[in-house]
């Protein structure tokens, strides 16, 4: 069973960063390509970023684009996203699960029971 464990999430202030980490666990990592979701106050969760086995693709949402940057750690078996420059609508709950698509397909929210709990980041204007 598919097992994710998502960490580092805080409160900071715009324009701070935080480092998001996604330990996984129950599948061969090397072989799967991940995302980063979020689910923002009252609305709908939405991709953030997504990465391909290799770590070489990566896709990530209009409103991020430039600020976050998304990595892994195959032998580490651990999903990264690094997020710059936050503002408060990056205010939310991060989620990472395995996605079975790359590219702009990567970012829908996949139909999959490996959500895990997330973590909360909370950025104060």
């Known amino acids: 069973q598919v097992q994710v464990v998502e960490s580092g999430g805080g409160l900071v202030q715009a324009g701070e960063s935080l480092r998001l980490s996604c330990k996984v666990s129950?599948?061969?990592?090397?072989?799967?390509?991940m995302g980063w979701f979020r689910q923002r106050p009252e609305k709908k969760r939405e991709g953030v970023a997504c990465?391909?086995?290799?770590?070489?693709?990566?896709t990530y949402a209009a409103s991020v684009e430039g600020r976050f940057a998304i990595s892994r750690d195959n032998a580490k078996n651990t999903l990264y996203l690094q997020m710059n420059n936050l503002t408060a609508e990056d205010t939310a709950m991060y989620y990472c699960?395995?996605?079975?698509?790359?590219?702009?397909?990567?970012?829908?929210?996949?139909?999959?029971?490996?959500w895990g709990q997330g973590t909360q980041v909370t950025v104060s204007s």
């Open positions: 699960v395995p996605v079975s698509f790359i590219g702009v397909r990567g970012l829908s929210v996949p139909d999959t029971n490996a």
């Open positions: 129950g599948l061969v990592f090397g072989d799967v390509a």
């Open positions: 990465i391909d086995w290799t770590g070489y693709i990566d």
